[in-house]
């Protein structure tokens, strides 16, 4: 069976994987489906059941090589990639600066769709790599790259959502805002730093320190409502 598996996917002919590397590989990918049956089943029930599922064993076969491979060769990086889907995301920035390495332009926008895919939501995207990787502290968790304050208030759009919570929110929430100097932005506006709403809404919220000009704008707006909310 071993030779079956191997053809399948390449394992020692394609990907170049030493022979016990392969076998630990072909353990990963048929163990899983062999104790699925309720009795032994045979090893041509267990190939055709591969074959069918080649795609989505893909992903088990690169975690499987991330394991096991510590710099993988530029055709093992290429399969790795192509093929990994959700196996190559805790691996993206060793992933990343090995394919930079090898100047593989194809890999790197193929890993770069796959991390914003999976993983990329609500993220400012790093103008370095293209990955939406930026974290709230402005570190691009891919590349290395650091952002601006600037940077991802211009991403955020801030100045039209701030705009918006100026006139929107409660008296205590512009109070809030006072007290503490900063608020909290992501894509679906901005929102005092205690906000519950702010984390059900939004899959990752930037804090942004207020500008002089933006605090005295706060403070006109709760001397201009007349009644308290």
Do not use: H
Not at 151 to 158: E, M, N, T
Request: with cysteine.
């Amino acid at each position: 069976m071993f030779e079956q598996v191997d053809s399948i996917f390449g394992l020692t002919t394609v990907l170049g994987l030493s022979r016990e590397a392969a076998f630990e590989v072909v353990k990963e990918v048929v163990g899983p489906i062999a104790s699925s049956y309720a009795s032994k089943p045979s090893a041509e029930a267990i190939i055709k059941r591969i074959k069918r599922s080649s795609d989505q064993l893909s992903e088990v076969v690169v975690s499987k090589i991330l394991e096991l491979v510590d710099k993988p060769t530029p055709q093992q990086l290429e399969y790795i990639i192509a093929r990994g889907r959700r196996a190559v995301l805790p691996e993206a920035q060793k992933l990343y600066k090995l394919a930079i390495a090898y100047k593989m332009e194809d890999a790197v926008n193929t890993l770069r769709y796959t991390w914003n895919t999976y993983m990329g939501k609500g993220f400012v995207t790093c103008p370095k790599c293209g990955f939406n990787a930026v974290t709230p502290d402005g570190y691009c968790t891919i590349c290395g790259y650091v952002v601006s304050s600037n940077y991802i208030r211009s991403v955020l759009g801030f100045d039209e959502k701030f705009n918006t919570f100026l006139k929107t929110a409660s008296i205590a929430e512009l109070n809030e805002v006072l007290q503490f100097g900063y608020v909290l932005v992501g894509e679906r506006g901005i929102y005092s730093p205690r906000s519950k709403r702010a984390r059900t809404e939004n899959p990752v919220l930037y804090p942004i320190s207020l500008r002089k000009s933006e605090i005295s704008q706060i403070i006109e707006e709760i001397s201009s409502r007349k009644l308290p909310i």
